[in-house]
């Protein structure tokens, strides 16, 4: 606990994620670069699939990230309830948009997958609708954080919005597979670790590591502009105060 | 647990001199089903198709325009604060809250569904499991909106707001309570959908009130 509140000071944290931030985009860049280049030119084109499987390449670590920022976001919220630790509120506050970002994108990039693979841009499949049903909880999280005047209220609101609906998102993933089977038999793409191709899974992992290091870089610019925001008003206050 | 009943009979008597209030969700109910013959065009094998579908659509839109006025009349008037400063923990009051608001609206809809089934040509197989289903589905229907219902007190825009916050956590009930609507009208097995219910309802019964007492702790702060 005491590691954890040494990085409470923002200032402290300023200071680190100002360290952090050129890395963080510096491995986002490079490895955005090789994985694109991988995706594009060295992996195969897959034999029934052809060119458009390559999609695969931003889809797949975008989804994964869309499950990560909720993670992310349940976690930070149950900190800053239990411990009211400072930043966590700030990094769940920032999460938000990205985790939206990032849930949209997959269901993007799904549909465009999907029309010339399934024939259809959208099929009520078990897999789309829970992303689907994510991407509200994303959406629902933020309008909470903006309905209140109170940052305080705003951040505590939605602190429990995102841990109930935590709870809800492994019941709504098993409730929505169990309706799929019942009314039509699953037709999705399945990807085992084992079933694919190192020529194929190395991009994918490259690609991955680049989503992760991009969402740490915009993760530190939007808590580091929060912080500076807070910063200038407090002056501000200050300064209306003073004079 | 006697004032436990308190707390109900004292909502309970508010809401039946409001009179018509408890009413409005039902007649809500009614028009919002009775909407789909005229949508959809009124051929029977249609309706009787998408019966179950549209009565639980109907019946989980109906519970929730009624859930914002579950905390926040007792908010605006400070009645709330009282109630949290009682020996009652928070926590019973919530549960007590939705009980009330359960008798009044979720009740009222379960009686009415029979009613709206027949209009909608579903057959008769499903009478009976469409009302079992209701009964163990709009309890967690209740008990899950308490959290939204806490969570937006206070804030601007309160209403459209609790339906972006609620709905997305009723798709499993929805889920399963049609399915087991449709599993008895086709003749296939049903009693897993209306026990996984059962599980949803014990399940949210345990883990919303803390959830809602926490929301209310926050709006009173």
Redesign the interface.
């Known amino acids: 606990m005491a590691d954890l509140h040494r990085f409470a000071n923002p200032t402290r944290f300023l200071k680190l994620a100002g360290l952090i931030q050129p890395w963080a985009l510096a491995v986002f860049l490079i490895s955005a670069t090789v994985g694109l280049y991988m995706a594009f030119f060295t992996a195969p084109a897959d034999y029934q699939q052809g060119e458009s499987a390559r999609i695969m390449y931003v889809h797949v670590p975008a989804s994964w990230m869309s499950m990560f920022c909720y993670t992310v976001m349940a976690v930070a919220s149950a900190v800053s309830?239990i411990w009211k630790h400072p930043l966590a509120d700030v990094s769940a506050r920032a999460t938000a948009p990205i985790g939206a970002a990032f849930t949209f994108l997959a269901l993007a990039t799904g549909s465009l997958w999907g029309k010339p693979m399934w024939g259809t841009w959208w099929v009520w499949d078990a897999r789309l609708t829970s992303v689907l049903?994510l991407l509200?909880?994303h959406?629902?999280y933020m309008?909470?954080q903006g309905?209140?005047?109170d940052r305080v209220?705003a951040a505590?609101?939605?602190a429990?919005?995102a841990?109930?609906?935590f709870?809800?998102v492994p019941?709504?993933k098993f409730?929505?597979d169990?309706?799929n089977t019942?009314h039509q038999p699953a037709s999705v793409v399945k990807m085992s670790g084992s079933s694919i191709h190192p020529s194929m899974l190395w991009p994918l992992l490259i690609m991955a590591i680049a989503f992760k290091a991009y969402y740490v870089w915009v993760l530190l610019v939007r808590m580091r502009q929060e912080l500076v925001a807070n910063k200038v008003r407090i002056l501000r206050l200050k300064q209306v105060h003073g004079g | 647990m006697k004032q436990f009943a308190f707390l109900v009979r004292r909502d309970l008597s508010l809401a039946f001199r409001q009179g018509m209030d408890s009413m409005m969700v039902v007649v809500f109910f009614v028009i919002a089903v009775v909407l789909f013959p005229l949508g959809v065009g009124p051929e029977p094998s249609t309706l009787a198709r998408i019966s179950s579908g549209v009565i639980w659509v109907a019946a989980l839109l109906s519970a929730m325009l009624s859930l914002e006025r579950l905390f926040q009349t007792d908010y605006e008037d400070g009645s709330l604060e009282l109630l949290a400063l009682s020996s009652l923990p928070l926590e019973v009051t919530v549960l007590a809250k939705v009980t009330a608001h359960w008798i009044t609206t979720g009740l009222p809809l379960i009686v009415a569904a029979p009613v709206l089934a027949v209009l909608m040509q579903m057959e008769s197989e499903g009478f009976l499991i469409l009302i079992v289903a209701l009964l163990l589905g709009t309890p967690s229907l209740s008990l899950i909106g308490a959290v939204g219902a806490a969570l937006i007190l206070g804030s601007r825009r309160g209403g459209v707001l609790l339906s972006l916050l609620v709905l997305p956590l009723y798709i499993p009930v929805l889920i399963f309570g049609v399915s087991a609507v449709d599993g008895a009208i086709g003749g296939y097995e049903f009693k897993a959908q209306l026990l996984i219910l059962g599980g949803f309802f014990i399940g949210s019964l345990a883990l919303t009130p803390w959830a809602g007492a926490a929301g209310l702790r926050q709006a009173l702060e």
């Open positions: 309830l049903v509200f909880l959406i629902g309008a909470l309905a209140f005047d209220r505590k609101a939605s429990i919005l841990l109930v609906g709870v809800n019941i709504i409730s929505v169990w309706w019942l």
